[in-house]
């Protein structure tokens, strides 16, 4: 894949008419990092219809990468957390990923806060390689609280942290 000019992707936050795209983004990819990686109870819960449910419910805390028109790739930030980085399968290798995690950092400073963090399953060696190279620091292990139908799951993951602003949080 040839890395592509910051200058020819926009950043904006998504819309209610961008979820199916997120969605079937985000199900492809959850699949490529977390099947293997992940307890047996997520990946039972994370069923394709649950992506795109759950991406109409989160468009408010979503930005898209747009290029040419498509929406290629996208963030969720919540308060200091980056909850999801996700780009299209066709789009892996071309630096949008990047683009769309300096966006996320920004977002996380500017909700107030110094540190930004994230949860990577163990086993996903490409995003964690990815989160490095972006200056990111692994933490350690814990165990991240997955939402579930019925209760949180609880997962296994790499807290990666990163100093983002000077915030007061």
Known sequence: ?????EDAVTLRPAIPSDANTVARIWYEGWRDGHLGNVPDALVV???EASFYERAAERVGDTVVAVVEGEVVGFVMVVDDEVEQVYLSNH???????????????????ANGHERAWLAVAPGNGRARKFYERQGWVDDGLFEYMAGGAAEPIPVPCQRYVKRVGG???
């Open 91 to 109: 789009r892996r290798g071309s630096g949008i990923a990047g683009f769309l995690l300096g966006e996320a950092e920004r977002l996380v400073a």
């Open 45 to 47: 819960a994370r069923t």
């Open 167 to 169: 915030g007061v949080r």
């Open 1 to 5: 894949m040839t890395t592509i000019a």
